[in-house]
């Protein structure tokens, strides 16, 4: 039966007492309640932080009509009731570190009168450790602390360091209470989407277990297949489900892989393939330092990482592969043990960001929005048609309608993997299937793409001034029809050469493989 979606909805009790559809997470909040006392987690935006967070303070509080029926309901102690102090900056954009203070002074103060205590003392480090200490004597049970958003004021400042700094100077102040209250605290949970290091945020507070790449809690946040099955199988009915998983599941952190929650309500409300959780926040920032760094734009859904890396993040460091992976524009394909040290292959989660984030990079790669929206059109059509004289007429368009001016005063055009980057990201942009074979050359990527029930092998390469012929050769020679011609569809090899000196497509050559062989 069908049942309202809870679009938005990140208050456990109203889901529950309104009878909307509910993914029972009680499985992890028992085992974190039981087994443990400080925990992290990072988990990308609008994933289902807040709700699990709520879900926690509803079960310490007690509220045991909230979760009849669901897994935890018998196997929780229900006469102990722990106080809560719930700490969010969910809200609001602070911009100073008086802003900061202020912001705290008010949390702190809505705990007081939630909780009916009166700690006295002035400074914020020390009236929240009198709060810890107030509620252990009020209630006779030691407090539950549980802390969501606990990064935002840093990354609402992130493109201003000193301000950044001084936000993160600010909640460090607050955060590290947490250790020297360890006796009156029963459980600790902080979630946001970065992870900050140990050093630079939680001094002091280095007991605390981090659960975001760990296989036990993968599906912590985000619904995984058997949920759609099961919770949301009213919904499916005029959905194709591969396009379902193909568009919003993908996320992994070494465990079940799970669907984007947000997405999903979207789509079973509209019934329509879209964007959502893209759209929702504009990556700026990382589709700005992806730009400063030259990004090498065919390899993004193919980088490596190991664990170090993966949550290296700080305000004056902040690699690629960590800056993608904890804003969930990444995921962890698989991971590699290798004489005990960690690896990881980095991949796009989905279609919804591989398609999305290429382009908006396109976007801010080419000067002419329209035109790139014109020729990202005509390039479906063209391929749809098989018109190789079109593809060839668009090719030379993609980069003959930038400016010399535009050239001249970007520095990302200088960069020599600019149009090998910008070509793959026209296909990438259109979201169709494109196998990158070999980009080891920032000048030329060999890539393949299935369309239409056809292969097309494409070598792009640079040259400097005059069609040497070679792209075509290059790619009989490597012989990668080879592997693709038992499928027994037509395959056709296309040689693209680009002139760096006159920015233009110089050379065209095209060769078809029978279908079979």
């Given at each position: 039966?069908?049942?309202?979606?809870?679009?938005?909805?990140?208050?456990?009790?109203?889901?529950?007492?309104d009878?909307c559809y509910?993914?029972?997470?009680?499985?992890f909040?028992?085992?974190?309640?039981?087994?443990?006392?400080?925990?992290?987690?990072?988990?990308?935006?609008?994933?289902?932080?807040?709700?699990?967070?709520d879900t926690l303070?509803?079960?310490f509080a007690?509220?045991?009509?909230?979760?009849?029926?669901?897994?935890c309901?018998?196997?929780?102690?229900w006469?102990?009731?722990?106080p809560v102090?719930?700490?969010?900056f969910?809200e609001?954009v602070?911009?100073?570190?008086?802003?900061?203070?202020?912001?705290i002074g008010?949390i702190?103060?809505f705990?007081r009168?939630?909780?009916?205590?009166?700690?006295q003392?002035?400074?914020?480090?020390g009236?929240f450790?009198?709060?810890?200490?107030?509620?252990?004597?009020?209630?006779?049970?030691?407090?539950?602390?549980?802390?969501?958003?606990?990064?935002?004021?840093?990354?609402?400042?992130?493109t201003?360091?000193?301000?950044?700094?001084?936000m993160r100077?600010?909640?460090?102040?607050?955060?590290?209470?947490?250790?020297?209250q360890?006796?009156?605290i029963?459980?600790?949970?902080?979630?946001g989407v970065?992870?900050?290091?140990?050093?630079?945020?939680?001094?002091?507070l280095?007991n605390?277990?981090?659960i975001?790449?760990?296989?036990r809690?993968?599906a912590v946040?985000?619904y995984?297949?058997?949920?759609?099955?099961?919770?949301f199988?009213?919904?499916l009915?005029?959905?194709?489900?591969?396009k379902?998983?193909?568009?919003y599941?993908?996320?992994?952190?070494?465990?079940?892989?799970?669907?984007?929650p947000?997405?999903?309500?979207?789509l079973?409300?509209?019934?329509?393939?879209?964007?959502?959780?893209?759209?929702?926040?504009?990556?700026?920032?990382?589709?700005?330092v992806l730009?400063?760094?030259?990004?090498?734009?065919p390899e993004?859904?193919r980088?490596?990482?190991?664990a170090?890396?993966?949550?290296?993040?700080?305000i004056?460091?902040?690699?690629?592969?960590?800056?993608?992976?904890?804003?969930?524009?990444?995921?962890?394909?698989?991971?590699?043990n290798?004489g005990?040290a960690y690896?990881?292959?980095l991949?796009?989660?989905?279609?919804e960001?591989?398609?999305?984030?290429?382009?908006r990079?396109?976007?801010?790669?080419?000067?002419?929005?329209?035109?790139?929206v014109?020729?990202?059109?005509?390039l479906?059509?063209?391929?749809?048609?098989?018109?190789?004289e079109?593809l060839?007429n668009?090719?030379?368009?993609?980069?003959?309608?930038?400016p010399?001016?535009?050239?001249?005063?970007?520095?990302?055009?200088?960069?020599?993997?600019?149009?090998?980057?910008?070509?793959?990201?026209?296909?990438?942009?259109?979201?169709?299937?494109?196998t990158l074979e070999?980009s080891?050359?920032?000048g030329?990527?060999?890539?393949?793409?299935?369309f239409?029930?056809?292969?097309?092998?494409?070598?792009?390469?640079?040259?400097?001034?005059?069609?040497?012929?070679?792209a075509?050769k290059?790619l009989?020679?490597?012989?990668?029809?080879?592997k693709?011609?038992?499928?027994g569809?037509?395959?056709?090899?296309?040689?693209?050469?680009?002139?760096?000196?006159?920015?233009?497509?110089?050379?065209?050559?095209?060769?078809?493989?029978?279908?079979?062989?």
């Open positions: 039966m069908s049942k309202k979606l809870p679009i938005g909805i990140q208050t456990f009790r109203e889901i529950r007492e009878d509910y993914v029972d997470k009680t499985a909040a028992l085992k974190l309640a039981v087994e443990g006392k400080y925990y992290f987690l990072s988990r990308p935006r609008r994933f289902g932080k807040s709700l699990f967070l303070a509803e079960l007690g509220n045991e009509v909230l979760f009849q029926g669901l897994y309901h018998d196997k929780w102690d006469t102990k009731q722990y102090i719930r700490i969010s969910a609001g602070l911009q100073s570190r008086a802003d900061l203070d202020e912001k008010e702190l103060d705990n009168k939630q909780l009916d205590i009166d700690p003392q002035p400074s914020i480090s009236n450790s009198e709060m810890i200490r107030l509620v252990h004597q009020k209630y006779g049970q030691r407090a539950v602390v549980l802390i969501d958003e606990y990064d935002k004021p840093i990354l609402d400042n992130i201003n360091p000193d301000i950044a700094r001084q100077d600010g909640l460090r102040n607050l955060y590290s209470v947490i250790k020297g360890d006796a009156y029963r459980f600790a949970l902080l979630t970065s992870k900050f290091s140990k050093v630079s945020l939680f001094s002091g280095n605390l277990q981090d975001t790449v760990d296989k809690y993968s946040c985000g995984t297949e058997a949920d759609l099955d099961t919770v199988a009213p919904e009915q005029g959905l194709e489900r591969g379902i998983r193909d568009w599941n993908g996320y992994n952190w070494l465990g079940e892989a799970v669907y984007n947000f997405d999903l309500l979207l079973f409300d509209t019934r329509e393939f879209k964007p959502y959780w893209f759209e929702t926040g504009t990556p700026t920032f990382l589709i700005d730009t400063e760094r030259l990004a090498w734009l993004l859904g980088l490596e990482s190991d170090e890396l993966l949550s290296t993040f700080d004056d460091d902040m690699p690629t592969e960590a800056l993608m992976f904890q804003a969930g524009y990444l995921t962890i394909d698989r991971e590699e290798l005990d690896f990881y292959r991949r796009f989660p989905n279609r960001v591989y398609q999305s984030l290429y382009g990079l396109l976007r801010t790669w080419t000067p002419d929005a329209q035109a790139e014109r020729n990202r059109k005509s479906y059509r063209l391929l749809q048609s098989n018109d190789f079109g060839q668009l090719f030379t368009a993609f980069y003959a309608g930038i010399h001016d535009w050239y001249r005063n970007n520095p990302i055009a200088q960069y020599e993997g600019y149009y090998a980057s910008v070509f793959y990201s026209y296909f990438a942009a259109l979201g169709l299937n494109v070999d080891t050359n920032h030329r990527i060999d890539m393949t793409l299935h239409n029930g056809q292969i097309y092998l494409f070598e792009f390469k640079v040259v400097e001034l005059v069609p040497e012929g070679k075509l290059q009989k020679d490597k012989n990668y029809a080879e693709y011609k038992a499928e569809v037509p395959i056709h090899l296309i040689g693209v050469e680009f002139s760096k000196e006159s920015r233009s497509v110089v050379g065209f050559d095209i060769e078809m493989l029978g279908g079979g062989g």
